[in-house]
């Protein structure tokens, strides 16, 4: 293992009491000692495979960035035989500061890049920075890992078999825009090494750690699960859960490339490929792709008619079985979002879901922070004891969903919460109390709320056509009249001007 660079990269030593610290911190969140973080990568990297594992480390700011001799080399096949030299090393790293990643891939040799990767890979993964649960339509994850920051989590789904990585790639694609994740998953991807802390400041010196492990492991094609009766498919609806797999991906704006790749990895799909018949990939997009369009042009809450009911009683889940469908209450009460609102003070974008929810004919009117909404616990909150979300399995997913498929037309507003220059529409505008400025003047349609200690920067509207030109020779007098007197008082000759 090559660590040369680890006191110059590393300013700040700990004490031994903080090491103490750390340690008994550690102990507490693994009992085990490392074993958890052990366990984890050789349920990501097996023992059966080739190469290498990497562990990449570096100041906080640019680790996932870091230069390639701030790597360690581990070979797959030695993992436990080196773990303990190897997680000694990169604790003392952690405890001085640094930020230690691990490659989610094994490297075929001793490098940090894609080519370094092999073209195939059995584990999809993906990195959530909010606490929102997963789409019904996920598979639940094999693995996942706290990386520190409340909410903050990387999913993994280990995979049966190996695919390629373009169809691996096109896959966290779709996971990515269904579940409104980042878009990390590179071919040479690092993520934070559960047992260490983070040291972000956001994170507090949080720890990253492992939160839930399993053994399953599933077929590609499984990983995103197509919405339709909830029955179990009987030989020759195949057809149909592959049809509306590629209609809700289209609804999510997936590119149409990836929702090929995506479907093509499913059971029907590949038998057909084999039987050398590629018209069933086509014929299941031109079909799905069409009817989806069609789907777009209706109001919102048409795609839903079906499934969810709002009543008097509260809002119903329309249940198909065998022989029709089952009203299920969700709720005794009903609610729809009537404005998405995002705060926008120029580094991050804050959302918020104004709500009208109606309980035994009293209206109610009250805004939900959106990371807040999916969870649900804003219903006793906002509404008082006599609102409830009816107990069972999926209930309050199946509640959440009818609120959110059940409000049409939503206004999506956005407030902005900074002075500056800002771009909007691909058109730059000066953002101040009053609004915005751009080339043309005022610009209508920016909301713009400060802070109480800026409330008074506003700025006037932009002169009309009429009097720009006598503004401009005020200005330009003003300009010259102050430098000449500034040039009397240096020569004193006489000096005049003509504006």
């Known amino acids: 293992m090559q660590h040369e660079s680890i006191e110059v990269r590393v300013k700040h030593r700990e ?3 903080q090491r103490v610290g750390h340690a008994r911190a550690t102990q507490e969140l693994f009992p085990n000692g490392s074993g958890m973080t052990l366990r984890f990568l050789r349920a990501l990297i097996p023992p059966s495979m080739t190469g290498f594992v990497e562990f990449r480390y570096g100041p906080e700011a640019d680790c996932k960035r870091a230069a390639l001799d701030d790597s360690v080399f581990v070979p797959v096949a030695r993992l436990e035989d080196e773990w303990s030299e190897c997680w000694s090393l990169l604790l003392d790293l952690n405890l001085k500061g640094a930020c230690v990643c691990y490659g989610v891939r094994p490297r075929l040799r001793k490098g940090g890049k894609g080519e370094d990767c092999g073209d195939t890979t059995d584990v999809l993964w993906l990195d959530m920075d909010h606490p929102r649960e997963l789409p019904a339509n996920v598979a639940r994850p094999s693995a996942a890992v706290a990386s520190g920051r409340p909410g903050h989590r990387h999913l993994f789904w280990f995979l049966r078999r190996a695919i390629p990585w373009a169809d691996a790639q096109a896959l966290m694609k779709a996971l990515a825009k269904l579940c409104d994740a980042d878009n990390s998953y590179g071919d040479s991807q690092v993520l934070r090494l559960p047992g260490l802390r983070n040291h972000k400041p956001e994170a507090g010196g949080a720890f990253c750690r492992v939160i839930e492990l399993r053994d399953d492991r599933y077929e590609p094609g499984d990983i995103i699960l197509p919405i339709v009766s909830g029955e179990k498919v009987k030989e020759g609806g195949r057809s149909v859960c592959d049809w509306a797999l590629v209609v809700q991906l289209a609804r999510h704006r997936v590119d149409a490339a990836v929702i090929r790749q995506v479907l093509t990895l499913r059971e029907k799909p590949q038998e057909e490929l084999r039987r050398g018949n590629g018209q069933y990939v086509d014929r299941t997009m031109k079909r799905a792709l069409a009817g989806a369009a069609a789907q777009s042009t209706q109001p919102a809450n048409m795609a839903a008619a079906d499934r969810y009911e709002a009543t008097p009683a509260g809002l119903f889940h329309l249940r198909r079985v065998k022989d029709g469908a089952v009203r299920v209450q969700l709720t005794n009460f009903t609610a729809k979002i009537t404005r998405d609102l995002a705060q ?5 974008v804050q959302r918020a879901f104004e709500v009208e929810a109606l309980l035994n004919g009293r209206p109610c009117h009250f805004a939900v922070p959106a990371a807040q909404f999916a969870g649900m616990g804003w219903v ?3 509404m008082g004891a006599g609102a409830i979300v009816l107990p069972g399995m999926g209930t309050k997913d199946h509640a959440r969903a009818a609120i ?10 956005r407030i902005y919460s900074h002075t500056g220059w800002r771009k909007i529409d691909d058109a730059w505008v000066y ?18 709320a400060l802070p109480s200690n800026l409330g008074g920067f506003e700025l006037p509207d932009p002169p009309s056509s009429d009097e720009l030109p006598r503004a401009l020779r005020v200005s330009v007098g003003t300009i010259i009249d102050g430098a000449l007197g500034t040039l009397v008082d240096v020569f004193p000759v006489s000096v005049s001007a003509r504006v």
């Open 344 to 348: 926008d003070d120029g580094a991050e």
């Open 404 to 413: 959110q498929l059940l409000s049409a037309a939503v206004r999506e507003d």
């Open 380 to 382: 006793s909150e906002r």
């Open 431 to 448: 953002l101040h109390a009053g609004g915005g400025i751009g080339s043309g003047g005022r610009r209508p349609g920016v909301d713009v």
């Open 15 to 17: 004490s031994d009491r």
